[in-house]
């Protein structure tokens, strides 16, 4: 259960020394795309902050965003995140089970009414009732409006939770939903993926931990340190786009060469995400640098959007106006899909509010 001590004395507790300490807030400032000088002011909120209680709850899902937080590739930071939160409640990692673990949700909702963090992944199915996925009796469905009343924040974590992801995805048979789609009167974060990448869920958590606020969102309620450029905009093969350089099959000389794999249906230049920056796989590798196209994930509705191995086709509105101007001028469909995208990573950096020392003092 969560204390009232703060999260300093509670790491000093567990023995981190003030190094590891400051240690420890370098790995947050990174996970938070912070500059190094912010690191003081980190420590000084983090050593006042007091642990939060999270309650995690999984619905219509395949426990892939759960498998997905636990490689994380930080594991030191991990387990200071999940030492410096009081974890009251999580189906899949909890040791209780049956009476006992609904009992320990009820006591958390109670004794931290108004303050714990909610937690959800997967999807809610709300036809006939919401019987489509029930846990100890109850459907998600009321579990979630239950669990919301005396949350401070809700996390949406995966693209089920934030979009419906692939229950929602046609036709529908449960009616999935989002969170938000139930949930109108809480503050809601949502972090898509399928699965999300696990350093962006343990960021938004130190985000958390270190301001007690949620960060800065898109419009589609996604923190924009993590999901403010496309996949496109931080891609390694990004230059033979420019050049015009397409891979046509998965075998064929371009592909051996690294070259863009646009036309074998990548979807990068229309997805929001930091595979291209943070990797997967203990920073590793991300899909595209192990030859395959980016499948759009983090995206709503990204199972519906078509072949995973179709090019993107000219596309509609804003960049079906710069696709218009591009053919009119000569240049390929991709450079108009390129020359939309920095004007989307420019209209995302412009939006960005800088976050200054006194931000963090407040
Ligand atoms: S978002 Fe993907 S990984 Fe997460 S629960 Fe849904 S299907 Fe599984
Ligand atoms: S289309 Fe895909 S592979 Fe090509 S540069 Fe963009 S993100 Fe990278």
Redesign the pocket.
């Known amino acids: 259960m969560a204390d009232e001590n703060s999260l300093g004395a509670i790491l000093r507790a567990q023995g981190v020394s003030r190094r590891g300490f400051l240690k420890f807030c370098s790995a947050m400032a990174a996970l938070m795309a912070l500059p190094p000088s912010m690191v003081p002011a980190i420590a000084a909120a983090l050593d006042k902050a007091l642990r939060p209680s999270v309650i995690w709850l999984s619905f219509q899902e395949c426990t892939g965003c759960t498998e997905s937080l636990t490689r994380s590739h930080t594991p030191t930071l991990e387990a200071l995140i999940f030492d410096a939160i009081s974890l009251d409640y999580h189906h899949t990692l909890q040791a209780a089970s049956g009476e006992a673990a609904e009992a320990a949700r009820a006591e958390a909702m109670k004794k931290f009414y108004g303050k714990y963090l909610l937690v959800v992944d997967g999807s809610i199915p709300t036809k006939d009732g919401g019987v489509y996925s029930t846990i100890a009796g109850m459907s998600n469905l009321d579990m979630l409006q239950e669990a919301a009343k005396g949350a401070a924040a809700i996390m949406a974590v995966g693209t089920c939770a934030a979009f419906g992801g692939i229950p929602h995805a046609n036709p529908n048979p449960t009616g999935a939903v989002a969170v938000s789609d139930i949930i109108k009167d809480k503050p809601i974060i949502n972090v898509s993926g399928c699965p999300p990448i696990p350093v962006v869920i343990t960021g938004v958590l130190a985000h958390y931990l270190t301001f007690g606020t949620l960060p800065e969102l898109d419009d589609l309620g996604r923190p924009k340190v993590f999901y403010g450029e496309s ?2 905009d931080r ?1 390694y ?2 230059p ?2 420019d050049q015009g350089k397409f891979a046509k099959t998965f075998d064929d000389e371009g592909a051996r060469n690294g070259w ?3 036309e074998l249906g ?1 979807k ?2 229309t997805t929001f995400n930091a595979c ?1 920056t943070t990797k997967w796989n203990q920073g590793t590798s991300f899909p ?1 640098e192990s030859g395959h ?2 499948l759009g994930c983090s995206e709503p509705n990204f199972w519906d959007a078509g072949s995973f191995y179709q090019a993107l086709s000219t596309p509609i509105t804003p960049v079906g106006k710069a696709a218009a101007v591009a053919a009119a001028a000569g240049i390929v469909g ?1 450079a108009a899909i390129a020359m939309h995208n920095r004007h989307v990573k420019g209209a995302a950096k412009s939006e960005h509010q800088t976050v200054t020392v006194k931000d963090l003092e407040k």
């Open positions: 996949i496109h891609c093969r990004r033979f786009y863009c794999l646009f990548c990068g230049p291209a595209i196209g980016c991709g």
